[in-house]
């Protein structure tokens, strides 16, 4: 029977800190594209649809969008939960080639679920 150590080996505190750096690097550079296009889909909204919008109360709007800004900027910390931990694997090389692809597909369904709560949620109850 074979005993198994399981200390950390002396670089793995140095490669964790380093794969974290590489992840935040990617992923927050992009969080400002991803801010930007979610305002772009608001904004749109609001000068599209104008006449209806025209009554909304500033104060309480800006507390509602300053909430779902919020939201929307946790949910994008989920990519981390995603990142990471691939980062540890054999996989590493071939998944920073290709992570793009997960900002791609969480982006687009950011602007889904936006466009959804705006519509559904939103849309129906301004006077």
């Known amino acids: 029977m074979a005993i198994v150590d399981a200390t950390p080996a002396k670089g793995s505190s140095h490669e964790s800190r380093d794969i974290f750096r590489n992840a935040a690097r990617f992923w927050e ?14 904004v749109l909204w609001l000068f599209i649809t104008w ?44 998944w920073k080639k290709y992570r793009w692809a997960l900002w791609l597909l969480g982006t687009l369904f950011a602007i889904l679920l936006a466009n959804y709560w705006i519509v559904d949620e939103i849309y129906p109850f301004v006077n």
Request: with cysteine; aromatic share 6%.
């Open 29 to 42: 550079t992009r969080r400002l594209i991803y801010n930007a296009l979610l305002a772009t889909v608001v």
């Open 51 to 94: 006449p209806h919008f025209r009554n909304v109360s500033m104060p309480n709007s800006l507390l509602l969008l300053a909430v779902l800004a919020l939201i929307a900027n946790v949910c994008y910390c989920a990519a981390y939960l995603v990142d990471i931990p691939i980062q540890h694997t054999a996989a590493q090389a071939t």
